[in-house]
């Protein structure tokens, strides 16, 4: 047995509620990601073959992936902008914060519990690449912490590395130059907490589409797009980048639909007249400020 895994099953034991199945869930996610996903979005070259009873059985294991709201419950994103994407990977020291319900308005895997959270990884992205024709690159979904980081690069070395913070902040901005959202991804089966960056587009991310698809997946990050009326010229430049649909033309202007919107903010970058901006709406839930966070639990540095 690899290290990384009898890591990975210790800190499962150590998990309140974790069990065997959760898991085993969690081995088989963190050892065949591409083939997990793959199969779970229809497009890995199997899914003919297999895919099908494949998700009946899950269905019949995991009665909770019926119900598109369980689903999500069980594996969801919150939406960070890149300062917030930033904080999680540039934290220097153990971090543990729970019962964040308001930040992450889910039933399970709603904690950030951050060991060794300098110790980063970057691996091949399981959407982009079961993709016949993805976004490149593909080496953007970012690893944070332990057990994972070494679990991935471990199972992984052909599709992934290790990387310094800095190394992060680096990807995390040439992602969001590129228009792409930055999520904090949860999951139950990774020890029911917080274990990873994605940087997401629609064409590629299985989660984003699923949310469109109406299984809410994806949370607000607790900020909307807010237009100058004054300032926009109706240019369209944003409407393209915009990854969630809410940015639209219409009378000669951008019109910005705040239900639909998110708050990634890719969309305030690439206005040339910098007509756009997030501000806060407390409809749309706390937003995921981990140094705030940390000074609120008595962190002190």
């Not at 499962?12 to 065949?32: E, I, K, N, Q």
């Not at 540039?90 to 543990?96: I, K, L, Q």
């Not at 991935?152 to 290790?162: A, F, G, K, N």
Request: hydrophobic fraction near 35%.
């Amino acid at each position: 047995m690899k290290s990384s895994t009898r890591s990975f099953i210790e800190e499962s034991r150590r998990t309140p509620g974790h069990s065997l199945m959760d898991r085993l869930h969690g081995y088989v996610y963190g050892r065949w990601p591409y083939f997990y996903i793959g199969i779970g979005t229809g497009n890995h070259p199997l899914n003919r073959i297999i895919g099908r009873p494949l998700r009946w059985l899950s269905r019949v294991l995991f009665p909770e992936l019926n119900n598109k709201h369980s689903l999500a419950d069980g594996y969801h994103g919150k939406v960070v902008p890149l300062e917030a994407a930033t904080q999680l990977i540039t934290v220097n020291e153990d971090v543990r914060l729970t019962d964040l319900e308001k930040i992450i308005p889910y039933a399970r895997a709603r904690d950030i519990i951050l060991q060794n959270p300098d110790h980063l990884a970057v691996i091949d992205c399981p959407c982009r690449v079961v993709r016949a024709s993805p976004c490149l690159p593909l080496d953007v979904c970012l690893v944070v912490g332990e057990p994972f980081a070494s679990f991935i690069v471990e199972h992984h070395p052909q599709r992934s590395r290790r990387i310094t913070p800095e190394e992060g902040i680096e990807l995390l901005q040439a992602e969001h130059t590129r228009g792409h959202v930055h999520h904090a991804f949860f999951k139950d089966a990774m020890l029911d907490r917080f274990y990873t960056i994605c940087n997401c587009c629609t064409c590629c991310c299985g989660a984003i589409n699923a949310h469109r698809g109406g299984t809410p997946m994806i949370a607000s990050s607790g900020y909307v797009c807010k237009k100058d009326s004054d300032t926009c010229i109706g240019c369209a430049t944003c409407i393209d980048f915009c990854q969630f649909g809410a940015l639209s033309a219409k009378d000669g202007r951008t019109a910005v639909d705040t239900d639909v919107c998110m708050g990634c903010g890719v969309c305030t970058s690439k206005c040339p007249q910098g007509a756009l901006s997030l501000v806060r709406d407390q409809s749309k839930g706390e937003p995921l400020d981990i140094r705030r966070l940390m000074a609120d639990a008595g962190f002190t540095k």
